[in-house]
Antibody, heavy 115, light 107 residues
Protein backbone atom coordinates (compact mmCIF):
# COMPACT_ATOMS: atom_id res chain seq x y z
CA UNK A 1 0.00 0.00 0.00
CA UNK A 2 1.33 3.40 -0.99
CA UNK A 3 1.68 5.81 1.92
CA UNK A 4 2.99 9.37 2.11
CA UNK A 5 3.23 10.87 5.57
CA UNK A 6 4.14 14.51 6.06
CA UNK A 7 5.62 15.92 9.26
CA UNK A 8 7.32 19.06 10.50
CA UNK A 9 4.47 21.52 10.33
CA UNK A 10 3.72 24.00 13.08
CA UNK A 11 3.31 27.60 14.17
CA UNK A 12 6.11 29.98 13.28
CA UNK A 13 6.57 33.75 13.31
CA UNK A 14 6.96 35.73 10.08
CA UNK A 15 10.55 35.50 8.91
CA UNK A 16 11.01 32.12 10.56
CA UNK A 17 11.85 28.73 9.09
CA UNK A 18 10.40 25.25 9.01
CA UNK A 19 11.43 21.99 7.39
CA UNK A 20 8.74 19.65 6.17
CA UNK A 21 9.44 15.97 5.65
CA UNK A 22 7.49 13.36 3.71
CA UNK A 23 8.14 9.70 4.44
CA UNK A 24 7.05 7.39 1.67
CA UNK A 25 6.40 3.66 1.61
CA UNK A 26 4.83 1.15 -0.73
CA UNK A 27 6.78 2.23 -3.80
CA UNK A 28 10.35 2.86 -4.91
CA UNK A 29 10.88 6.57 -4.35
CA UNK A 30 13.93 6.73 -6.62
CA UNK A 31 11.80 6.03 -9.68
CA UNK A 32 9.43 8.95 -9.33
CA UNK A 33 9.21 12.70 -9.51
CA UNK A 34 7.89 14.19 -6.27
CA UNK A 35 5.95 17.37 -5.58
CA UNK A 36 4.66 19.72 -2.91
CA UNK A 37 1.23 21.31 -3.21
CA UNK A 38 -0.36 23.64 -0.65
CA UNK A 39 -3.85 24.72 0.23
CA UNK A 40 -4.61 27.78 2.31
CA UNK A 41 -7.66 27.46 4.60
CA UNK A 42 -10.84 27.51 2.52
CA UNK A 43 -8.89 28.06 -0.70
CA UNK A 44 -7.89 26.04 -3.76
CA UNK A 45 -4.81 24.03 -4.55
CA UNK A 46 -1.50 25.74 -5.33
CA UNK A 47 1.47 23.88 -6.80
CA UNK A 48 4.64 24.74 -4.86
CA UNK A 49 7.57 22.70 -6.15
CA UNK A 50 8.63 19.57 -8.03
CA UNK A 51 11.84 17.52 -8.07
CA UNK A 52 12.82 14.85 -10.58
CA UNK A 53 13.71 11.31 -9.54
CA UNK A 54 17.47 12.00 -9.36
CA UNK A 55 17.14 15.66 -8.28
CA UNK A 56 18.44 16.81 -11.67
CA UNK A 57 15.43 18.99 -12.37
CA UNK A 58 13.86 21.23 -9.74
CA UNK A 59 11.06 23.74 -10.19
CA UNK A 60 9.41 26.28 -7.90
CA UNK A 61 6.36 28.49 -7.95
CA UNK A 62 7.27 32.16 -8.27
CA UNK A 63 5.68 32.80 -4.88
CA UNK A 64 8.27 30.64 -3.07
CA UNK A 65 11.33 30.78 -5.31
CA UNK A 66 14.41 31.89 -3.41
CA UNK A 67 12.81 31.09 -0.03
CA UNK A 68 11.91 27.39 -0.27
CA UNK A 69 14.18 24.48 -1.16
CA UNK A 70 12.95 21.05 -2.19
CA UNK A 71 15.20 18.02 -1.75
CA UNK A 72 15.00 14.26 -1.48
CA UNK A 73 16.91 11.34 -0.02
CA UNK A 74 15.97 8.25 -2.00
CA UNK A 75 17.94 6.04 0.36
CA UNK A 76 15.81 7.23 3.26
CA UNK A 77 12.59 7.19 1.23
CA UNK A 78 12.03 10.82 2.09
CA UNK A 79 11.16 14.14 0.49
CA UNK A 80 11.81 17.49 2.13
CA UNK A 81 10.79 21.13 1.88
CA UNK A 82 12.97 23.69 3.63
CA UNK A 83 10.96 26.86 4.08
CA UNK A 84 12.79 30.07 5.02
CA UNK A 85 11.69 33.69 5.35
CA UNK A 86 8.14 32.52 5.93
CA UNK A 87 5.29 34.94 5.35
CA UNK A 88 1.74 35.05 6.66
CA UNK A 89 0.54 34.11 3.18
CA UNK A 90 2.52 30.86 3.34
CA UNK A 91 0.06 29.56 5.94
CA UNK A 92 -1.50 26.44 4.46
CA UNK A 93 -1.81 22.69 4.53
CA UNK A 94 1.19 21.34 2.64
CA UNK A 95 0.72 18.09 0.72
CA UNK A 96 3.43 15.77 -0.51
CA UNK A 97 2.44 14.09 -3.80
CA UNK A 98 4.08 11.50 -6.01
CA UNK A 99 4.64 11.19 -9.70
CA UNK A 100 4.33 13.39 -12.73
CA UNK A 101 0.56 13.11 -12.54
CA UNK A 102 0.36 13.61 -8.76
CA UNK A 103 -0.90 10.04 -8.34
CA UNK A 104 -0.80 9.73 -4.58
CA UNK A 105 -1.11 12.35 -1.83
CA UNK A 106 -0.31 12.47 1.85
CA UNK A 107 -2.74 13.88 4.40
CA UNK A 108 -0.83 17.13 4.70
CA UNK A 109 1.21 19.09 7.23
CA UNK A 110 -0.26 22.33 8.59
CA UNK A 111 1.95 25.40 8.53
CA UNK A 112 0.76 28.52 10.33
CA UNK A 113 2.72 31.75 10.07
CA UNK A 114 1.59 34.37 12.54
CA UNK A 115 3.03 36.89 14.94
CA UNK B 1 2.48 30.98 -17.20
CA UNK B 2 -0.49 28.95 -18.39
CA UNK B 3 -3.75 30.05 -16.80
CA UNK B 4 -6.39 27.41 -16.12
CA UNK B 5 -10.02 28.45 -15.69
CA UNK B 6 -12.74 26.14 -14.43
CA UNK B 7 -16.46 26.64 -14.75
CA UNK B 8 -18.76 26.71 -12.98
CA UNK B 9 -17.33 27.46 -9.54
CA UNK B 10 -20.39 25.95 -7.86
CA UNK B 11 -22.73 23.34 -9.18
CA UNK B 12 -25.92 22.16 -7.42
CA UNK B 13 -27.05 18.70 -8.42
CA UNK B 14 -29.08 15.72 -7.29
CA UNK B 15 -28.21 12.07 -6.94
CA UNK B 16 -28.58 10.45 -10.35
CA UNK B 17 -27.86 13.63 -12.30
CA UNK B 18 -25.36 13.86 -15.12
CA UNK B 19 -23.04 16.82 -14.79
CA UNK B 20 -20.13 18.36 -16.60
CA UNK B 21 -17.32 20.65 -15.48
CA UNK B 22 -15.24 22.61 -17.98
CA UNK B 23 -11.59 23.54 -17.78
CA UNK B 24 -10.00 26.00 -20.20
CA UNK B 25 -6.28 26.57 -20.58
CA UNK B 26 -4.83 29.86 -21.81
CA UNK B 27 -2.88 28.04 -24.51
CA UNK B 28 -2.76 24.68 -26.29
CA UNK B 29 -1.66 22.02 -23.80
CA UNK B 30 -2.44 18.97 -25.93
CA UNK B 31 -3.86 16.37 -23.56
CA UNK B 32 -1.63 17.29 -20.60
CA UNK B 33 -4.47 17.72 -18.14
CA UNK B 34 -5.47 15.95 -14.95
CA UNK B 35 -8.60 16.01 -12.80
CA UNK B 36 -8.69 15.58 -9.03
CA UNK B 37 -11.47 15.08 -6.50
CA UNK B 38 -11.25 16.48 -3.00
CA UNK B 39 -13.74 15.35 -0.39
CA UNK B 40 -14.24 17.67 2.60
CA UNK B 41 -11.33 17.43 5.02
CA UNK B 42 -9.46 14.97 2.81
CA UNK B 43 -6.48 15.08 0.50
CA UNK B 44 -7.11 15.37 -3.24
CA UNK B 45 -7.35 12.17 -5.26
CA UNK B 46 -6.31 11.73 -8.88
CA UNK B 47 -9.28 10.81 -11.08
CA UNK B 48 -8.11 11.30 -14.65
CA UNK B 49 -4.81 12.04 -16.38
CA UNK B 50 -3.88 12.60 -19.98
CA UNK B 51 -7.25 14.38 -20.28
CA UNK B 52 -9.18 11.12 -20.62
CA UNK B 53 -7.38 8.19 -18.93
CA UNK B 54 -9.14 6.95 -15.82
CA UNK B 55 -6.85 6.33 -12.84
CA UNK B 56 -6.95 2.75 -11.55
CA UNK B 57 -9.89 2.17 -9.23
CA UNK B 58 -11.89 5.23 -10.28
CA UNK B 59 -15.51 4.37 -11.14
CA UNK B 60 -16.45 4.37 -14.81
CA UNK B 61 -19.16 7.01 -14.24
CA UNK B 62 -16.28 9.51 -14.36
CA UNK B 63 -14.92 10.44 -17.76
CA UNK B 64 -12.72 13.12 -19.22
CA UNK B 65 -12.58 14.56 -22.70
CA UNK B 66 -10.99 17.33 -24.67
CA UNK B 67 -7.68 18.37 -26.13
CA UNK B 68 -5.90 21.59 -26.93
CA UNK B 69 -7.33 24.22 -24.61
CA UNK B 70 -10.78 22.98 -23.62
CA UNK B 71 -11.53 20.00 -21.44
CA UNK B 72 -14.52 18.46 -19.72
CA UNK B 73 -15.02 16.22 -16.71
CA UNK B 74 -18.32 14.37 -16.86
CA UNK B 75 -19.99 12.41 -14.10
CA UNK B 76 -22.90 10.27 -15.18
CA UNK B 77 -25.42 9.27 -12.53
CA UNK B 78 -24.05 11.29 -9.62
CA UNK B 79 -23.65 9.28 -6.40
CA UNK B 80 -23.76 10.58 -2.79
CA UNK B 81 -19.99 10.08 -2.44
CA UNK B 82 -19.35 12.32 -5.47
CA UNK B 83 -20.32 15.54 -3.70
CA UNK B 84 -16.91 17.14 -3.47
CA UNK B 85 -14.70 19.79 -5.01
CA UNK B 86 -13.06 19.03 -8.34
CA UNK B 87 -9.87 20.56 -9.69
CA UNK B 88 -8.16 20.42 -13.04
CA UNK B 89 -4.42 20.91 -13.46
CA UNK B 90 -2.29 21.45 -16.52
CA UNK B 91 0.76 19.19 -16.72
CA UNK B 92 2.18 20.75 -19.90
CA UNK B 93 4.80 22.95 -18.33
CA UNK B 94 5.88 24.68 -15.12
CA UNK B 95 4.35 26.15 -13.06
CA UNK B 96 1.86 23.29 -12.82
CA UNK B 97 -1.22 25.48 -12.46
CA UNK B 98 -4.52 24.29 -11.01
CA UNK B 99 -7.97 25.54 -11.83
CA UNK B 100 -9.77 27.34 -9.03
CA UNK B 101 -12.02 24.37 -8.30
CA UNK B 102 -15.67 23.43 -8.79
CA UNK B 103 -17.72 22.56 -5.74
CA UNK B 104 -20.49 20.06 -6.41
CA UNK B 105 -23.18 20.40 -3.76
CA UNK B 106 -26.46 18.69 -3.09
CA UNK B 107 -29.42 20.53 -4.60
Amino acid sequence: EVQLVESGGGLVKPGGSLRLSCAVSGFTLSRFQMNWVRQAPGKGLEWVSSISSTSTYIYYAASVKGRFTISRDNGKNSLYLQMNSLRVEDSALYYCTSGGTFDFWGQGALVSVSS
Amino acid sequence: DIQVTQSPSLLSASVGDRLSITCRASQDIGTSLAWYQQLPGKAPKLLIYGASTLQTGVPSRFSGSGAGAEFTLTITSLQPEDFATYYCQQLYNYPRTFGQGTKVEIK
